[in-house]
């Protein structure tokens, strides 16, 4: 299971942090996303990041501004959002992948999901 968290309301400029920790099975050899779904929007490609860490990938609107990083010791992927903007505002969710190297941003590639955490950021 995957449980993200850290979600809120933020002014415009401000920053949060979200976490996403994996129990029931260890993450740590897998790849882990973080998607968002605005309302009345599709579920859209965040930031992705590979099992060692070595590889990431970001959506060209967060780039420069999100950082996705991991601590397998931990089983914790984390999702650093800086310099937020209102069209942020989203459900995120958290994802896993089979595929250890993986970090893209297909959603159909991406085999466990968990709830979201709703980040809202004001103007």
């Known amino acids: 299971q995957l449980q993200a968290s850290g979600g809120g309301l933020v002014q415009a400029g401000g920053s949060l942090r979200l976490s996403c920790v994996a129990s029931?099975?260890?993450?740590?050899?897998?790849?882990m996303g973080w998607f968002r779904q605005a309302p009345g929007k599709r579920r859209e490609f965040v930031a992705a990041i590979s099992w060692s860490g070595g590889t990431t990938n970001y959506a060209a609107s967060v780039k420069g501004r999100f950082a996705i990083s991991r601590d397998n010791a931990r089983n914790t992927v984390y999702l650093q959002m800086n310099s937020m903007r209102p069209e942020d505002t989203a459900v995120y969710y958290c994802?896993?992948?089979?595929?250890?190297?993986?970090?893209?941003?297909?959603?159909?590639?991406?085999?466990?999901w968990g709830r979201g955490t709703l980040v809202t950021v004001s103007s």
């Open positions: 029931g099975r260890t993450f740590s050899s897998y790849a």
């Open positions: 994802a896993a992948d089979r595929n250890p190297v993986s970090a893209i941003p297909q959603i159909y590639e991406y085999d466990y």
